[in-house]
């Protein structure tokens, strides 16, 4: 199992951007695949998690991103995306991607593999 992100970068308060999560060894009908952040002196965080039963998705999205974000699968690619839209200081973290166990939309929890993270800065 490995899973390696891509996308985070430097951006300022207001704007977008999407990250990528390549993972291989499953399948999202195996593990659900959750992202994480950590920001610095605060608590990881579940940002937000996706995973599939019978060609239909699950998708979980904490409060503080819920309507701004969207996350995604590109089976073709083995490729999990989240797309964060209006984004604001607070987002600022290193955003990792792991496998997760969910529960519908209701929560989501990191399993035991993850990837090495991506750094998200948003400036005011």
């Known amino acids: 199992v490995q899973l390696v992100e891509s996308g985070g970068g430097l951006v300022q308060a207001g704007g977008s951007l999407r990250l990528s999560c390549a993972f291989s060894?499953?399948?999202?009908?195996?593990?659900?695949i959750g992202w994480f952040r950590r920001a610095p002196g605060k608590a990881l965080m579940g940002v937000s998690c996706?995973?599939?039963?019978?060609?239909?998705?699950?998708?979980y999205y904490a409060d503080s991103v819920k309507g701004r974000s969207i996350i995604s699968e590109d089976k073709s690619e083995d490729t999990v995306y989240l797309e964060m839209s209006n984004l604001k200081p607070d987002d600022t973290a290193v955003y990792y991607c792991?496998?997760?166990?969910?529960?519908?939309?209701?929560?989501?929890?990191?399993?035991?593999?993850w990837g090495p993270g991506t750094q998200v800065t948003v400036s005011s």
């Open positions: 060894g499953f399948t999202l009908d195996d593990h659900a």
């Open positions: 996706i995973s599939s039963h019978d060609s239909a998705y699950n998708t």
């Open positions: 792991a496998t997760a166990s969910q529960f519908g939309d209701k929560y989501c929890e990191p399993l035991d593999s």
